[in-house]
């Protein structure tokens, strides 16, 4: 079974500092992503990742930017946290490809409160 | 932008009954994918179920159906024979065929009663 780890189910932190998520992906897939996740707006792409080294922006980037230095790990970093983005952030994987191969496989989410 | 619309926040049913979640999409695309995804009280969201826009018949899986409407851009779907398990969040997500990223709706909770 595909596996993805995200580093903490819940974090708080305050205005201000730097913030990282780290998210491991265990079946060499290709393509990782994160997702935000709030009530009434469902998911929304904040950036994906489709090789190492390669990033493109979401729907919603402001804020945010990414790492993947490792085919494996994509890490979410807040530069300057802010209280709007109190959220749950979750991590994606999949492989490039056809709809069988390449269903998006999810971590447990993080639970971020920034105060 | 392609958009996902469903419209039911939250829904009810019976254990044992069948229940329907509503999906709405918006695409200018012909060929592309759509997805269920269930996301339990644990959080992990787990693939319930898709579909390929160009095969006409609807997908199934066990207890769960589809029924997709590419003219009218509506894809439900239906839950048979309701357990206590089938309780979560669910999300109706669209991808183009031409890319790997997915759209989501804004999620449907699901409560079964017994």
């Known amino acids: 079974d595909v596996k993805v780890t995200q580093s903490s189910r819940y974090l708080v932190k305050r205005t201000g500092e730097k913030v990282f998520l780290e998210c491991v992906q265990d079946?060499?897939?290709?393509?990782m992503f994160w997702y935000r996740q709030d009530p009434g707006l469902g998911l929304r792409l904040i950036y994906f990742?489709?090789?190492?080294?390669?990033?493109e922006k979401g729907d919603i980037p402001e804020g945010y930017s990414v790492s993947r230095e490792k085919k494996e790990r994509f890490s979410l970093i807040l530069e300057s946290a802010s209280t709007n983005q109190t959220s749950m952030y979750l991590c994606?994987?999949?492989?490039?490809?056809?709809?069988?191969?390449?269903?998006?496989?999810f971590g447990n989410g993080t639970r971020l409160t920034v105060t | 932008a392609q958009t996902v619309t469903q419209s039911q926040p939250e829904m009810s049913v019976q254990e044992a009954e069948t229940v329907t979640l509503s999906c709405t999409y918006d695409?200018?695309?012909?060929?592309?994918?759509l997805f269920w995804y269930k996301q339990p009280p644990s959080r992990q969201m787990i693939l319930v179920i898709r579909?390929?826009?160009?095969?006409?018949q609807n997908a199934t899986e066990n207890r769960f159906s589809v029924n997709f409407q590419k003219a009218a851009k509506s894809f439900s779907l239906k839950i048979s024979d309701s357990q206590l398990g089938d309780a979560a969040m669910y999300f109706c997500?669209?991808?183009?065929?031409?890319?790997?990223?997915?759209?989501f709706g804004a999620g449907t909770i699901l409560r079964v009663k017994s």
């Open positions: 997500a669209y991808r183009s065929a031409r890319g790997n990223k997915l759209v």
């Open positions: 994606a994987s999949s492989q490039s490809g056809g709809i069988y191969n390449s269903p998006l496989h």
């Open positions: 695409t200018s695309e012909s060929d592309y994918y």
């Open positions: 990742s489709y090789d190492v080294k390669m990033k």
């Open positions: 079946m060499d897939h290709e393509n």
């Open positions: 579909q390929e826009a160009y095969k006409q």
